[in-house]
């Protein structure tokens, strides 16, 4: 088999940077209000943003993690991607168009319409930045991996080096161009990874005569100790009463976490209507089901013509089976191409990330509560949210290093758990229930934020196995690697209590209106344009 050439590599990712940074450029030339730079001016039609959308949603882990939980777990591991495609249903029969008509930049916008802004708009920023936290963790570990079987580094400083590398484009992308240079870089993105998954998978079906069966057969052949246990599910979570509830845990989270991520809400905004908002939400679905069908063809793929030893044995382990894989069909350039792909891939998302809670804490907590949303503090808006994706991404860079080495698929899976406790309960209550009020709300997003973050801390995926973050420390006193099947509901029954117990009083006529204008769009543009 060829080896990876490391010069070829990093000649690939240096002409996709140069790229990039010169479309990220010129976009950022228009960028001149909060709108702009938060919104992307709104200028984006449904089919693009839905591209763009896809480009954010199929991160590290859809790529890298899925791949890898395919090649080793089999059925198991494509259960990631069966729970990341389903979660679009509940985006678009129940956010996508009732945000967009009622917000203006972030989830906070939705959430204060008719409570009381400050306490609200608070809650909402640091929800923001914890589940935009969580998920850069993934895709820092997943940049460290990846570079560091490219390049063959396999010490912890040299990857470490990697990914402050990684934080650094990031930070140069969301500081130049903004929104609508980051939902570029996206767009270019997911048409890369599309094409790129879709020319392996045809590569690895050919392979076999392009037969499916005969694909399965080789990957069982080549996992002995699995065997057919790859083609069934319980691999990974069927062993023990504990590891099935784990997954009826992570399956919860994976499904109604989507319609919470921040950085996934944010794109509804950068669309004129409520009708493109829609559109973009039905190409996204497209896009994102084509992709993880080729998810289930290249983790078989990985199996059979790697080989799980191989895959544990690499600097990323699991996150490694797609690019080794590529080296197997094609060589150092197919290799070198897909790693670019991927590189690609984390760095759209992370930027996606960064712009996201940089926004959030500029317009909500600094614009908002701090400036009391003066109409001459909106250059400053702009600059603050450059700040803080500043502090952000080098926050994220220390995270990522202590992530490193974990399967991002899980990790992000993590994120899902926040967002799905803190935030969509909060979403569907503003939305649908009359009586909400302020108090269910800080009720809901911090207990549930308390609660989600407790449980992982105390979890087995921090503590006490050989995989977990810290293998040396055992405080794993909550047996679920993810916390979700516990967060969720509590956090659903936090919002309802806070709200019985609370004196505070509706307003009926902001109800009415935020009723109207969520289900109409009636209103909505006003608003927006002021």
């Known amino acids: ?153 396999t010490g912890t400083g040299g990857q470490a080096l990697v990914i402050a590398v990684v934080g650094a484009l990031m930070i140069a992308y969301v500081l130049i161009g903004g ?16 094409a790129g998954a879709g020319i392996m998978t045809v590569w690895v079906l050919a392979k076999y005569g392009f037969n499916l069966s005969s694909l399965l057969g080789a990957a069982v052949d080549a996992a002995p100790k699995a065997g057919e246990k790859l083609l069934g599910p319980g ?59 080729f998810t289930l063809v290249l983790g078989y793929g990985a199996g059979a013509l790697v080989g799980p030893d191989k895959i544990n044995a690499a600097p990323g382990k699991a996150n490694s089976a797609a690019p080794l894989l590529a080296l197997e069909l094609g060589g150092p350039i197919l290799l070198g191409l897909i790693a670019a792909v991927a590189f690609a891939t984390i760095l759209a998302v992370v930027a996606g990330l960064t712009i996201t809670a940089s926004a959030s804490f500029a317009h909500d907590i600094y614009a908002n509560i701090i400036k009391k949303g003066q109409e001459e503090d909106k250059d400053s808006e702009v600059k603050v949210a450059r700040m803080t994706a500043i502090v952000i991404g080098l926050v994220s860079i220390g995270g990522g290093i202590i992530a490193n080495g974990q399967n991002i698929a899980f990790l992000v899976a993590l994120a899902f758990a926040v967002a799905a406790s803190a935030n969509l309960p909060t979403i569907l209550y503003s939305l649908f229930w009359k009586r909400f009020n302020t108090s269910g709300a800080l009720w809901s997003i911090y207990g549930g934020l308390i609660v989600t973050i407790t449980l992982i801390i105390l979890s087995p995926a921090v503590s006490g196995k050989p995989t977990s973050m810290f293998k040396n420390a055992d405080f794993d006193l909550f047996p679920l690697s993810n916390p979700g099947i516990v967060s969720i509901p509590v956090a659903f029954l936090l919002g309802y209590v806070g709200t019985i117990l609370s004196k505070d009083k509706a307003d009926p006529a902001k109800q009415a209106e935020m009723e109207v204008r969520s289900l109409t769009g009636a209103g909505a543009e006003k608003a927006i344009a002021h």
């Open 1 to 153: 088999m060829n080896e990876s050439s490391p010069i070829l590599n990093i000649s690939i990712f240096g002409v996709f940077v140069i790229a990039t940074l010169i479309v990220v450029i010129r976009a950022s030339r228009n960028t001149k209000t909060a709108a702009d730079y938060l919104a992307a001016g709104r200028a984006f039609t449904g089919p693009q943003n839905g591209i763009a959308i896809a480009g954010d949603y199929l991160s590290a882990a859809s790529f890298l993690g899925i791949a890898g939980a395919i090649a080793l777990n089999g059925y198991d591991g494509f259960l990631y991607s069966i729970g990341f495609l389903v979660a679009w249903l509940v985006a678009l029969l129940l956010v996508a168009e009732l945000l967009r008509n009622t917000g203006k930049y972030t989830m906070g916008d939705v959430l204060s319409f008719r409570m009381r802004q400050r306490p609200v708009r608070a809650a909402a920023a640091t929800s923001t930045m914890a589940v935009s936290f969580f998920y850069l963790l993934a895709q820092m570990a997943g940049a460290g991996g990846l570079v560091a079987l490219l390049l063959g580094i």
């Open 179 to 194: 929104m609508k240079g980051t939902t570029w870089v996206q767009i270019i993105k997911a048409v890369l990874l599309i």
């Open 235 to 293: 691999l990974q979570y069927g062993a023990t009463g504990t590891s099935k509830l784990d997954f009826l845990s992570l399956a919860l989270a994976l499904v109604l976490g989507t319609a919470g991520l921040p950085h996934i809400l944010m794109r509804f905004y950068t669309v004129p209507t409520a009708k493109e908002a829609r559109r973009s939400v039905v190409w996204a679905i497209w896009l994102i089901g084509i992709f993880y069908l």
